[in-house]
T-cell receptor, first 112, second 113 residues
């Protein structure tokens, strides 16, 4: 199946700094790239997504960029806050419609 | 508020037991999925379903089966539980049209002893 590599696996930033998580993939047919946030004891929740016809999408402090030529997409969180601490997963839709393949996750810790 | 509900948050079962994990969604979604989540491995797809009575294998179906008798309910079955099936199990659903992403349940942490 489709392979998604996600880096880093852990990330610690100080409150107010920016955090960047990057994912790379191999299937050029992928055209939908969502990001999920999983807080402790909860299921993953969709926070932002991007489709292959745009290069960047922003929602307040969160942005996602997509480079289809290089086959990578990234999550950017600016002005981080303690409540941003969570595990973040990238994903992409490839092959069978609506089936998502997930990255291995990034544990983000925002320290005071 | 739309929901995906997993019947149990925590389960402890013995090796060899038959285990049922239940998932119900109230969004009239066509697609439903079962993933397992393990540290360092992310979310791996076990089985999915695009319609009632329809099922397809995901990336790691061995040791599992599923049932979808009604549109809103998708059950994961461990025919004979083993210790390597100790994991967090996540159910998700999505609509069939467009790329709207998944809605996940809160997960069931299964321990097989």
């Amino acid at each position: 199946g489709e392979n998604v590599e996600q880096h880093p696996s852990t990330l610690s930033v100080q409150e107010g700094d920016s955090a960047v998580i990057k994912c790379t993939y191999s299937d050029s047919a992928s055209n939908y790239f969502p990001w999920y946030k999983q807080e402790l004891g909860k299921g993953p929740q969709l926070i932002i997504d991007i489709r292959s016809n745009v290069g960047e999408k922003k929602d307040q402090r969160i942005a996602v960029t997509l480079n289809k030529t290089a086959k990578h997409f990234s999550l950017h969180i600016t002005e981080t806050q303690p409540e941003d601490s969570a595990v973040y997963f990238c994903a992409l839709e490839g092959g069978t419609a609506s089936k998502l393949t997930f990255g291995t996750g990034t544990r983000l810790q925002v320290t005071l | 508020d739309v929901k995906v509900t997993q019947s149990s948050r925590y389960l402890v079962k013995r090796t060899g037991e038959k285990v049922f994990l239940e998932c119900v969604q109230d969004m009239d979604h066509e697609n439903m999925f079962w993933y397992r989540q393990d540290p360092g491995l992310g979310l791996r797809l076990i089985y999915f379903s695009y319609d009632v009575k329809m099922k397809e294998k995901g990336d790691i179906p061995e040791g599992y089966s599923v049932s979808r008798e009604k549109k809103e309910r998708f059950s994961l079955i461990l025919e004979s539980a083993s210790t390597n099936q100790t994991s967090m199990y996540l159910c998700a659903s999505s609509p069939s049209q467009g790329n709207y992403g998944y809605t996940f349940g809160s997960g069931t942490r299964l321990t097989v002893v």
